[in-house]
């Protein structure tokens, strides 16, 4: 099992940026794919970003171009780099860790992003 913990989110105006980080509790590395969701209010929680144990990255349509995903196995860490962010990427953003073998999911306890003027 593993303990993920969100930090970085916070009030930012249109076109501005932010760096979210997730620290994981042990190591995530070869063991883990990692990602980051988001859940708006009212809204299913959906998938942002994604980074395999091998380095494969996908992104959420909405954010192809504006968000960047990345993980250091050394220090146990995914961010997430959000730049020319928009109102509609205002939501409650979530670090998941996904098993490789599929033995089991993990989520953080997620970091508020708003996005306003």
């Known amino acids: 099992q593993v303990q993920l913990v969100e930090s970085g989110g916070g009030l930012v105006q249109p076109g501005g940026s932010l760096r979210l980080s997730c620290a994981a509790s042990k190591s995530i590395f070869p063991l883990y794919d990692m990602g980051w969701s988001r859940q708006a209010p009212g809204k299913e929680r959906e998938l942002v970003a994604a980074?395999?144990?091998?380095?494969?990255?996908n992104y959420a349509d909405s954010v192809k171009g504006r968000f960047t995903i990345s993980r250091d196995d050394v220090k146990n860490m995914v961010y997430l780099q959000m730049n020319s962010l928009k109102p509609e990427d205002t939501a409650v953003y979530y670090c998941k860790a996904d098993h490789v073998q599929s033995t089991g999911s993990y989520w953080g306890q997620g970091t508020q992003v708003t996005v306003s003027s």
């Open positions: 980074v395999t144990n091998g380095g494969q990255i």
